[in-house]
């Protein structure tokens, strides 16, 4: 079983940034490893995730703001989130699942999650 720790949420102005960490207790190599977001009032959504090779992959309202990456020799997602807006107001989880060939947008697909760590942002 697989755990990950989530950490970097916090408060901040609009149009400041954030960076977010995720490390996970086991040997990541071999997942696809994402990022996704519950804003208040909506269901959970992913918003970037990485490949097994480390290719980034982004959902529309984050492309061009947030950064995902990933250090496998330290079992760790990062997101860099910038020009960070009132509405990326939410909790934030990492999650991951086995690489068979895809990632994938469904949280449904992800046994494996964090505890989520809020983001907040004033404008």
């Known amino acids: 079983q697989v755990n990950l720790m989530e950490s970097g949420g916090g408060s901040v102005q609009s149009g400041g940034a954030l960076r977010l960490a995720c490390v996970a207790s086991?040997?990541?190599?071999?997942?696809?490893m994402g990022w996704f977001r519950q804003l208040p009032g909506k269901v959970r959504e992913g918003i970037a995730l990485s490949e097994s090779s480390g290719t980034p992959l982004y959902e529309g309202a984050v492309r061009g703001r947030f950064t995902i990456s990933r250090d496998n020799a330290k079992n760790t997602l990062y997101l860099e989130m910038n020009d960070l807006r009132p509405e990326d107001t939410g909790v934030y989880y990492c999650?991951?699942?086995?690489?068979?060939?895809?990632?994938?947008?469904?949280?449904?697909?992800?046994?494996?999650w964090g505890q989520g760590t809020q983001v907040t942002v004033s404008s």
């Open positions: 086991g040997d990541t190599s071999n997942v696809c």
């Open positions: 999650a991951t699942k086995i690489w068979r060939g895809y990632c994938s947008w469904l949280t449904r697909d992800f046994p494996t």
